[in-house]
């Protein structure tokens, strides 16, 4: 299983566009990049998975580039309740955010701070 | 639809009591995930079951720690003799199946004094 390294916090204010960039140097040809949410007090929360180029949905955007060693966790105009921690897998899970994912790797993420 | 409910929201134990977590599943959710978050660490998974099966406990401590999924009513992660170093966020997660989605609950914060 992939080992992934992210910035500990990051702030930003209301509006801005944040990128949240993960390495991931050892990905395997099989591995998805999976990213979470997680609010204070709370489980965390799916919010994008990839395997390459760009995926976008409600939330947020995931680009990726050819070579996978990293990826990069958009989020358009961040607002207060933005404010959480962000991880970022690697595994190679059949389905999005699926049971099996259970042995990814969790590290301590990045904890965003969007301020008024 | 109720989302994935932990119970007690909060535990408080002193050292060498025993810790039970309960957790009920999505409606219609057979599969149950059990995860620990210790303070400063990623989340780790620790257990796997369906009804009336455990499936992975292969995150699990081999001492003191058990899990049991009944027929009826919660999952439980019941903690033995606690000691301080249980104190943890512990979540629980449930899907429909292995290769379907998977929902976290709130998780029940444990701790050991």
Redesign the interface.
Known sequence: LAKTTQPISMDSYEGQEVNITCSHNNIATNDYITWYQQFP??????IIQGYKTKVTNEVASLFIPADRKSSTLSLPRVSLSDTAVY?CLVGDP??????????L?????TSLAVNP | NAG?MQNP?HLVRRRGQEARLRCSPMKGHS?V?W?RQLP??????MV?LQKENII?E??MPKERFSAEFPKEGPSILRIQQVVRGDSAAY???S?P??????Y????T?LTVT
């Open positions: 007090s709370q489980g965390p929360r799916f991880y059949p389905a999005p955010n699926a049971g099996n994912n259970r042995k790797i969790w590290g301590l993420g | 994935v929201r599969h995930y995860y400063e660490e990623g989340l780790k998974f796997y992975d292969s995150g979540f629980c997660a899907s199946g292995d290769n379907y989605e998977q976290f609950g709130p998780g914060r």
